[in-house]
């Protein structure tokens, strides 16, 4: 079993930045990918970000290249996403999410990220 806990969500403005921070413990050896997905209310899921553990090849939806980073730290087990020049459409509940590729099967409570324009 993992175990993933996600920190750092909150409200900012718009063009602002927040750090999502997300701490795997357990059978973290069993995960080749790690992920971020957030759901905006009355939206459908969307993969934001993802990373492979081993390699660190990485993968951003369109709708934040260039904005978002998605970075990992195998030695302190934890997931990272810098997030600037957010929008308002940013707004969502971000999960943490850990898996075999291509399938997430472990994830986190989620964290509020609300951007006021």
């Known amino acids: 079993q993992v175990q993933l806990a996600e920190s750092g969500g909150g409200l900012v403005q718009a063009g602002g930045s927040l750090r999502l921070s997300c701490e795997a413990s357990?059978?973290?050896?069993?995960?080749?990918?790690m992920g971020w997905v957030r759901q905006a209310p009355g939206k459908e899921r969307e993969r934001v970000a993802q990373?492979?553990?081993?390699?660190?090849?990485?993968y951003y939806a369109d709708s934040v290249k260039g904005r978002f980073t998605i970075s990992r730290d195998n030695t302190k087990n934890t997931l990272y996403l810098q997030m600037n020049s957010l929008k308002p459409e940013d707004t969502a509940v971000y999960y943490c999410?850990?898996?075999?590729?291509?399938?997430?099967?472990?994830w986190g409570q989620g964290t509020q990220v609300t951007v006021s324009s």
């Open positions: 999410a850990g898996g075999i590729a291509p399938s997430y099967r472990y």
């Open positions: 990373i492979s553990r081993s390699t660190g090849s990485t």
């Open positions: 357990g059978r973290t050896c069993s995960l080749n990918i």
